[in-house]
């Protein structure tokens, strides 16, 4: 509960404005707190005479000494390991240097062929293979079961996963069942000079950054979203281990079951994992405006990206949309074209490298996170531009 | 089928607006309302209870307020709805909040099927929903853009994917975490807003729920937000100025170098 | 609550959709479904029947804010109301317990038949007609301008039963559309309202049990009165909606449209135009809802109130419609806006259910009677 020192409090109301939810308010001259509080702490920052605090009593804790070594769950379907794998063992490979322990990949799956050299390849220190028919598919239970029991067998601090449909679907089990703490779609990790892994992600669609550690549990876990963190340049001359392991049969037994796969080719682009996007919006008009935007990413090689106008206006599928209700995503270069940059879209692109906005009005929002901006009409710009690039690209 | 659907109260996107000046957000006038991923969980309720019959009953964890949330679930369709709600609760991370919400769920419901939103828009971390269905031992799907059928307990269904979808069977009792594609929410009806206008959402307290105090809150979290600041601002941006040529020019040159040159 | 929903319902679901509907002309189903569901076309239909008993008042709120959004769907919507109403006020029992909860629920949508080639506003030249056969009535004839044709499966159809007598010898019946002998003709094309089905119906021999008729033989024309009396103030609530948003529209544009370096809702002429258009618009409301208080509450008494409303709001909303055009300039003339349509939509409202002059007719003999 929310402490407020009645003495030091000076009335100022700082907190009372500050309150996301409305949840305290002066009353003669000292803070009140009422039963909206949710403990968010933003009072405690804000409060001038630190007259606020939220006491934490000590956990009970479990002896952190018994739990080392930094895991980084391999993702493997369809025969492909996720570009995101190894993005986390380059960045899992820091952590583990500056903690002095093994950094080890745990790969599920019913063949694992050679990725575990792979996975050696890119920074593991030892490689965990579960092989057994029941994880030819993913499923939650399956996967679930092998991890968790893995992870109670060897002990990890940190276990690392990526926050992909696959990893923000089962490692939350696995951390619930594990009885800690879980961080999703951390966007910088550090480990502390304390041991603790400090795991920083966006909170409030982007528009805040959160740091949460877990002091007093392990293991210390975190999903991490793709492209954030840099591959680790593959170094075939590393050797490491690769320890087989096995789960029992009933563990690996699923209450679900995968009847079929499909992949979608085309039109559901994996736009996460893009490098560039060509995104249209509301200023395209028509669907055969949007065809230019189609166009452009066909020649640069791109994938297309929309905002919710451009997809309720039905120029193109669902899958496109990026922002809040739609991918997020982190690429290299992102082309908005036509759109005006409502929060709920900047949300979903921000993060790419560089953003480069063409709108016909000067004061679209979408120019206060470009790092180019073109005020100017997208028929007018976009046709030579496409000549333009077709010619450089030699197409 | 007796079906739960668990809902959260969230700031509403459309309102919340960035502070140009501190880069913070700023929630002046802004409205509350249900996580928008809940509403196609609820929608998904009301629908499969209209075809297959039985009971809907829609939870919310939160402050008093969030019982308005709850009226707008009976509107739309719910039998009963209940509001876990007490000061002990506050501060809770995802895994204290599926601790809590368990214990709500197995106080007042013996669900067949569990639904909540894919991820609430506040915090977006997908993670109650399987946590829930760990503590309900309970198998889970998440992000469900469909659900074909329920028969002889087994429900057939399609899970979206980064590259596609699978197409699933899994065995009740289970709880599903859905994305937008499943539905379109319906409206409230004129009767619904009635019935809601005189029903009382009842609220469950820590003593209610039999809940462990230590597993609850800020107490029961194993995760600590130690830091909370600003994301970087972006470095000055250039506008390209010029004639439509010029401008054409400076663009493809930005676009190959960052891009295509690369 | 009525107002909060169809307000709800008309942002989030009607505006967005109206343009496309009045390009392509289709029938708004999805719309009309969506009403449905949320309780829409209980509204009107008494508690007893499986509705929930709302009054002239409770259905004008709705269509008010249905019609701020777009008068073809509210029109689509409230041609149910308006077949309903000649069960509602004039039907047996049977009939009433048969059909209402259906039109209720909004599984069946009610559409209701008056117009022919010769008869409009003179009803009188009504020459559909129906003949007894054993247990059943044998209709022959054509209908004109049927809002909801083909789209309705209940139609409150008027014949003549009995020629000879005149306007005491027409009898209102309810037609299914799946009875033989009936048939709907092809979409018009109108100038507004094009999302509403508006089309012939067809009776070859029709044959329908005897049960189907509404109210005594005979009292055809007092069912229609009745239900036209009843049903106005609907459509007074589709002016004053109309007037609303073509208001809503021109006044947002005006503050936006900057010429000689300021907004033009700056300039006197401007501010004139849009005072005069909230005064008519605030002003037909008023008397909407107090006609429509006043007939629910004093039902033998209506036709001159729902007459007056019916007037005024719709006169108003062709005239505040076109001066939102004429705000709006040559933008208000393209269809990327929707003053145009508005404008076109308003045309119907001085026309359909009684045109304005038989309108004033209407209140003239009213006035005529009142000081004997």
Redesign the interface.
Known sequence: MLQIDKDACIGCGLCEENCPFDAISVEDGKAQVNDNCTLCGTCVDVCEVEALSIPREEGAGIDLSQWAGIWVYAEYRQGKLAQVSQELLGIGRDLADKRGVPLSAVLLCADSGDVPQELIAAGADQVYVVEDDALSHFNDESYGAALEDLARKHRPEVILAGATAIGRSFIPRVATSLNTGLTADCTQLAMGDDGHLHQTRPAFGGNIMATIMCPNHRPQMATVRPMVFPASAPDQSRSGEVITESVSAKRLKSRTRVVETVISAGEEVNLAEAEVVVAGGRGLETDQGFDLIKELADTMGAAVGASRAAVDSGWVGYPHQVGQTGKTVASKLYVACGISGAIQHVIGMKSSETIVAINRDKNAPIFDVADYGVVGDVFDLLPPLLEKLKERSGK | MNIVVCIKQVPDAKDVRLDPETNTLSREGVKSVINPYDRHALEEGVRLKEEYGGSLTVLSMGPPQAAAILSEAISCGADEAYLVSDRAFAGADTLATTYTLAQAVAKVANPDLVLCGKQATDGDTAQVGPGLAVRLDMPFVTCVKKVHTVSDGVLTLERMMDDGYDVLEVDLPALLTVVKEINTPRFPSLRGLKRAKDYQVASLTAADIEADESQLGLGGSPTQVVKVFPPEKKGERTMIEGSVTEQVDKLAEIIFEAALGS | ??VD?AK??TD??II?NRARYDETEDYPLEIVE?LA????F??FVPEEYGG?GGGCLETALALEQFGRGCVGIATAYAASALGAYPIIVGGSKELKEHYLPLIATGEKRAAFALTEANAGSDASGIQTTAVEDGDHWVLNGTKQWITNGGQAHIYTVIAMTDPHKGPRGATMFVVESDDPGFSAGPKEKKLGIRTSATTELIFKDCRIPKSRMIGRRGAGFITVMKTLDKSRPGIASLGVGLSQGALDEATVYAKQRVQFGKPIISFQAVQHMLADMAIQTEASRALVYVAAKHIDAHPKDMSKASAMCKVMATDTAMKVATDAVQVMGGYGYMREYPVEKMMRDAKILQIYEGTNQIQRNVIGQELNKEYN
Do not use: G, V
Not at chain 3, 37 to 40: G, I, L, R, T
């Open positions: 609550m009525i929903l709800q319902i989030e679901m967005p969506t569901k949320s309780d829409f209980a509204l929930l």
